[in-house]
């Protein structure tokens, strides 16, 4: 990688590299398991003109996005997040129309076709997107960029509200996405964006949300430059605790948009400076952080094994299986992963080729220990696998740090 995506600059520094894998959601068939899989280099880089965190852009989202094995439903309380979102989105700007780029499976369409209000998923992958239409949500099936912008501008009309949430990272043209949404939204409307905040994956160790479909990692001031590369201002932002911390970026055109943004916007902007994300120096000790979670988890792995314990997973999501792969972790060491989507059973984890059973195999086996793979829904989880401790099992947590729940 030899120029920064967004400003062009050459001026790229090191974070992490956690060597090379497969693409994370592209899990193995048995038929599959004899054929040799591509890996690509995962490096996070830094450009110091913007200071935009990227990848290199080796897998075209062509690659992963047509057929897609993640489901937003599978997560209740995403879904609720969403319904949320949807109520007081609909509420405080009573849109007219709304539109939802990479929608998925109708998780959050479907609550504002509840509501009695026009709207349109765009969603490029064909089998994600059909499982929203069987929920009665209007879907189209398509990448978004400035021609499909405009086109279903022309069809249906402009947006009051353009959605676009966990997307912005996906995208290797930024401009040309973030052109696709001006081209959607009405000149005096809004577009929401959801997006991982660079800042709490650095400070937590949340280096497993580091995987080839994620082309980018934002900061608030990073975010806000890519914005403006499309016609888009930042007016507001919302911190989350999605996804183990998230940003909420509202938008308007620039036409309209004003003059300053927020004060939120500036707090943050104060507390990203604060952290050093602006200079060399509050990259420099991510590496060896990265590093220790690796090592504990496999100390961890190793002593469990050594003591005759069982240990099984829960979840296949995608950060997990940069989890897995980092730290070498095979099926000698974790007998098998389980989760919730059908699409996954039967499935092998990619590098990792950990087998995916079904949430039920859990209570039939009884293991000692449960890794926790997508710990962002650590308190929906623990609740769901409350039943462990019935016979003395105990829930894992690799991020921020190993963590044996009592």
């Not at 947006?159 to 959607?184: E, M």
């Not at 806000?224 to 938008?251: C, K, M, N, Y």
């Not at 620039?254 to 200079?279: C, F, H, I, Y």
């Amino acid at each position: 990688m030899k120029h920064c995506r967004l400003c062009g600059s050459s001026s790229l520094a090191s974070v992490v590299d956690l060597g090379a894998t497969p693409p994370c959601e592209l899990f193995l068939t048995t038929e599959r398991l004899d054929e040799p899989e591509p890996t690509y280099p995962l490096h996070l880089r830094v450009c110091t003109s913007c200071w935009l965190a990227q990848l290199p852009p080796l897998i075209r989202p062509e690659d992963t996005f047509t057929e897609y094995a993640y489901f937003s439903s599978y997560a209740t309380s995403w879904v609720e997040h969403a319904r949320r979102f949807a109520d007081d989105a609909l509420d405080r700007l009573n849109p007219g129309f709304v539109v939802e780029v990479a929608s998925n499976d109708g998780y959050l369409l479907q609550h504002v076709v509840a509501r009695g209000v026009r709207c349109l998923g765009v969603e490029p992958s064909a089998n994600v997107g059909q499982a929203a239409i069987d929920k009665g949500v209007p879907t189209r099936t398509a990448f978004l960029d400035p021609a499909t912008g405009a086109a279903i501008r022309a069809e249906h009309g402009p947006a009051d509200l353009v959605v676009a949430n966990n997307v912005y990272a996906h995208v290797p043209d930024i401009t040309g996405f973030t052109q696709g949404l001006r081209a959607l939204v009405a000149d005096d409307g809004w577009v929401s964006i959801e997006v991982q905040h660079l800042l709490t994956l650095m400070e937590l160790n949340q280096y497993d949300t580091i995987y080839h479909e994620h082309f980018q990692y934002y900061t608030v001031a990073s975010a806000q430059r890519a914005l403006a590369s499309g016609g888009l201002a930042l007016v507001d932002v919302e911190l989350l605790p999605t996804h183990g911390g998230s940003i909420r970026l509202w938008a308007r055109p620039v036409e309209v948009a004003g003059g300053t943004p927020s004060r939120a916007v500036a707090d943050v902007l104060d507390r990203e400076k604060g952290a050093g994300l602006e200079e060399i120096g509050g990259y420099s000790e991510f590496g060896e952080r990265v590093a220790k979670v690796r090592r504990d988890l496999l100390r961890f792995l190793i002593d469990a094994a050594e003591a005759g314990k069982t240990v099984v997973g829960y979840g296949a999501p995608g950060k997990g299986n940069t989890l897995l792969n980092h730290c070498g972790v095979r099926a000698d060491l974790l007998a098998y992963t389980v989760d919730r989507n059908p699409y996954k059973h039967g499935r092998f984890t990619p590098g990792s080729r950990i087998p995916i059973l079904p949430p039920g195999k859990i209570a039939e086996d009884r293991p000692d220990y449960v890794l926790v793979l997508p710990w962002n829904l650590r308190d929906e989880l623990i609740e769901q696998l409350s039943y462990v401790r019935e016979w003395g099992g105990r829930l894992v947590f690799p991020i921020p740090s190993l963590e044996v729940a009592p």
